[in-house]
């Protein structure tokens, strides 16, 4: 298990300095207190653009038994959050008669899912 965590580290020192900084900027941020919207809008930037949230999901998936399941159960309820929300949308939409305007946006979701899921897979595939 040692051996695994060592390797881990060796070949993902980047992502996890990144996720690093990341931590320790918001942390100084909320000692100087810096408005806490901003540093989460900063952290969710930088995470998001440099995969930092790939990188942090990877770390928490090393845990044996829990971790691949706490993964898999933090990203899932994303996509349904996503896919619900559009459904509530769009019942309200359609009953103002809003047809057209409807089908404009669930395919505007359904592009953005593909590019959440396409950039999760390049995310892994390019390194950093």
């Known amino acids: 298990m040692l051996a ?13 300095a990144l996720v690093g900084s990341i931590a320790l900027s918001v942390l100084l941020g909320a000692m100087f207190d ?6 989460a809008l900063w952290a969710v ?3 998001l653009v440099t995969n930092g949230f790939v990188a942090l999901a990877t770390l928490v998936s090393l ?5 691949p399941v706490l993964v898999k159960l933090l990203s ?6 996503l896919n619900g929300i559009g459904y509530l949308v769009s019942l309200l939409a359609i009953k103002k008669g809003y047809g057209v305007e409807v089908i404009s946006h669930r395919f505007l979701t359904i ?3 593909i590019g959440v899921v ?3 897979i390049l995310g892994n595939l390019l390194p950093i």
Do not use: C, D, H, S
């Not at 810096?34 to 540093?39: D, E, F, P, T």
């Not at 899932?76 to 959050?81: D, K, Q, S």
């Open 34 to 39: 810096v408005n806490a919207k901003v540093l």
């Open 118 to 120: 396409i950039g999760y």
């Open 45 to 47: 930037t930088v995470g």
């Open 63 to 67: 845990v044996p038994i829990l971790g």
């Open 4 to 16: 695994k965590i060592k390797e881990f580290f060796a070949v993902y020192w980047k992502p996890m």
């Open 76 to 81: 899932l309820p994303f996509f349904y959050m």
């Open 111 to 113: 592009i953005l899912l």
